[in-house]
């Protein structure tokens, strides 16, 4: 698999998605829309069609949540949660330049 990491950001007040554990690849068990079935009890995941259970087993797969609702997020909680740990130096200084100037 050639993708390094893959980072679902879930906001913790999102009002935009419903429900907002989707953000995370989560969704409400069939049949009803109170109960959410997590991600690692889906078929998706226990039969690996996306790789996404091979990517949790590699430490690859990256589960964030952040205060706020549907993408409210200053550029501080961006470059320490995403751009530092996830892209490369010279990625992270092209990003910063982007955000900051």
């Known amino acids: 698999m050639k993708l390094k ?8 007040d999102d009002t935009m998605v419903d429900p907002k554990e989707t ?7 069939p ?15 226990k039969e690996d069609w996306l790789g996404l259970k091979q990517m949790n087993e590699e430490k690859r797969l990256h589960f964030l949540s952040s205060p706020g609702n549907h993408l409210q997020f200053t ?3 961006l470059m320490e ?4 740990p996830f892209l490369s130096n010279s990625s992270a200084s092209s990003v910063k330049k982007l955000l900051f100037v």
């Open 81 to 84: 949660n995403i751009i530092t």
């Open 23 to 29: 953000e995370w690849f989560a969704y409400y068990t």
């Open 5 to 12: 990491n893959f980072v679902m950001v879930m906001f913790e």
């Open 75 to 77: 550029d501080t909680w």
């Open 31 to 45: 049949g009803q829309a109170k109960v959410i079935t997590p991600l690692v009890d889906s078929d998706l995941y």
